[in-house]
């Protein structure tokens, strides 16, 4: 059972916008920042959105993320066959003083 | 262009301990601005924090871990290592090393490729 909850599955066809959500409590994403990382079949993860809605150099502007009290959402637009992936948001939990990620989002493109 | 890689035996025996080293490449671990953490994945699950290190030894865990836990580093050797003691098969995972932005984020970037201990007689 993970601290953060996101649905285990998403699917979409290439062009759509697709939805990742990510719930938490006050103690981890309602007050801190939320991360998002993309882990590609058979490889390690990589960050994808930081500061709830920063994109790294690199990371294409179809990838979107945003933050409202103690929930997070991950947005990817004009879906393309390569985001299918696992997807997973993060943050630090200020009541267990650790970090936790949510259990991951398989995202299939149809 | 900052690289890490994770180095260790593949295979543990339950109750010996798990040893793990991360060597950076590319840059610093010195740097002051920058963190050092343990990350892993146990096959076909999800993520779970370890711990991580900052260059000048001070070490955060998490606490489900903590008494098992220990996480060193070497700026001489630029790297930084993980011990894991009286392991089950549930410590079973790929163990990836990764930079951690800021102080208690779980922020990492970039992360290492990542290294399979199996725990098994």
């Known amino acids: 059972q993970s601290v953060l909850t996101q649905p285990p599955s998403a699917s979409g066809t290439p062009g759509q916008r697709v939805t990742i959500s990510c719930s938490g409590s006050r103690s981890n994403i309602g007050n801190n920042y939320v991360y998002w990382y993309q882990q590609l079949p058979g490889t390690a993860p990589k960050l994808l959105i930081y500061k709830n809605n920063e994109r790294p150099s690199g990371v294409p502007d179809r990838f979107s993320g945003s933050k409202s009290g103690t929930s997070a959402s991950l947005a990817i637009s004009g879906l393309r066959s390569e985001d299918e992936a696992d997807y997973y948001c993060?943050?630090?939990?200020?009541?267990?003083?650790?970090?936790?990620f949510g259990g991951g989002t398989k995202l299939t493109v149809l | 262009q900052l690289q890490l890689q994770e180095s260790g035996p593949g295979l543990v025996k339950p109750s010996e301990t798990l040893s793990l080293t991360c060597t950076v490449s590319?840059?610093?671990?010195?740097?002051?601005?920058?963190?050092w953490g343990w990350i892993r994945q146990p096959p076909g699950k999800g993520l779970e924090w370890i711990g991580s290190i900052y260059y000048d030894g001070s070490t955060y865990y998490n606490p489900s871990l903590k008494s098992r836990v220990a996480i060193s580093v070497d700026t001489s050797k630029n790297h930084f290592s993980l011990k894991l003691s009286s392991v089950t098969a549930a410590d079973t995972a790929v163990y990836y090393c990764a930079r951690e932005t800021s102080l208690r984020s779980n922020w990492f970037d970039p992360w290492g490729q990542g290294t399979l201990v199996t725990v098994s007689s």
């Open positions: 590319g840059g610093s671990i010195s740097s002051s601005s920058y963190f």
């Open positions: 993060a943050a630090w939990d200020d009541s267990l003083s650790g970090g936790v």
